[in-house]
Nanobody
């Protein structure tokens, strides 16, 4: 079983940067596809970054490509989300998630979730 703990959120001005961290536990962590999802008030949760178990494959939706970068450190069981050029529409609760399924993109494919960390971008 994998446990995840998110951190690093906060208040930032538009155009600024934040780095989110996700600390994992459990022997299977390094074999999991990892992702960051976000959910804004009144909206559905959406995936914003995905990374394969080895870290050699990443995927981003158009809304964040070129601005967000996901990375992982399997030795230390960490996943990161570097967010640059932040916009007010990036304001949301961000969640780290882990999946046993290679190439997982759908929320329902993710078995383990962090508690979330709030990101607020002011205009």
């Amino acid at each position: 079983q994998v446990q995840l703990e998110d951190s690093g959120g906060g208040l930032v001005q538009a155009g600024g940067s934040l780095r989110l961290s996700c600390a994992g536990s459990g022997r299977a962590f390094s074999s999991y596809t990892m992702a960051w999802f976000r959910q804004a008030p009144g909206k559905e949760r959406e995936g914003v970054a995905y990374i394969s178990w080895s870290g050699d494959s990443e995927y981003y939706p158009d809304s964040v490509v070129g601005r967000f970068t996901i990375s992982r450190d399997n030795l230390n069981k960490m996943v990161y989300l570097q967010m640059n050029s932040l916009k007010p529409e990036d304001t949301a609760m961000y969640y780290c998630a882990g999946s046993r399924h290679a190439g997982a993109r759908r929320e329902y494919e993710y078995d383990y979730w962090g508690q979330g960390t709030q990101v607020t971008v002011s205009s």
